[in-house]
């Protein structure tokens, strides 16, 4: 079986949108990252007929059949944005700001709830936005490189 090296750009968004409820499958002959919903995939568990779903729906049930079934191991289950915590990363990030009124003001943003939102609003206000976005992001691809390395899959920039 030829793999394929995986776009490094494709894993990092999956990490990013993070939709619930949702499964990532790497096809490593094609280099395709595959999201499956959890009733495209119970579907394919139970059989179901695939005239009960949407035509739209369809292909990612055929999809998670072929996943279920794989005995070649052509499929890798993405579970690294299962491991991902933006909290954490978030409160990283406020760690290693120098500025000492910022970084009090961030982390009193960060309790409660709408913890997110008041921190997003703080990083726009105090201008380091782009710092964070580009420090999350260097994050995730740390994460990604490390799980493709410790799963041997290839991939590309």
Not at 17 to 28: A, K, P, Q, R
Not at 52 to 66: D, S, V
Request: hydrophobic share 35%.
């Amino acid at each position: 079986m030829i793999k394929v090296p995986i776009s490094l750009d494709e894993l990092v968004s999956e990490i990013e949108i993070g939709i619930e409820d949702t499964f990532t499958y790497i096809d490593v002959t094609t280099g395709e990252v595959i999201t499956l919903t959890r009733e495209e995939i119970r579907a394919a568990e139970d059989e179901q007929p695939l005239e009960n779903f949407p035509e739209w729906q369809r292909e990612n049930i055929q999809r998670a059949i072929c996943i279920l079934e794989d005995e070649q191991e052509k499929y890798v289950d993405f579970t690294l944005k299962n491991e991902y915590n933006e909290n954490e990363l978030i409160e990283e990030f406020i760690s290693t700001l120098e500025n000492e009124e910022i970084n009090e003001a961030l982390n009193a943003a960060i309790i409660g709830k709408g913890a997110f939102r008041r921190f997003k609003d703080k990083i726009i206000q105090f201008g380091i936005d782009k710092q964070w976005y580009t420090y999350k992001e260097n994050k995730i691809k740390e994460l990604v490189i490390e799980w493709c390395i410790e799963h041997d899959i290839e991939f590309q920039y």
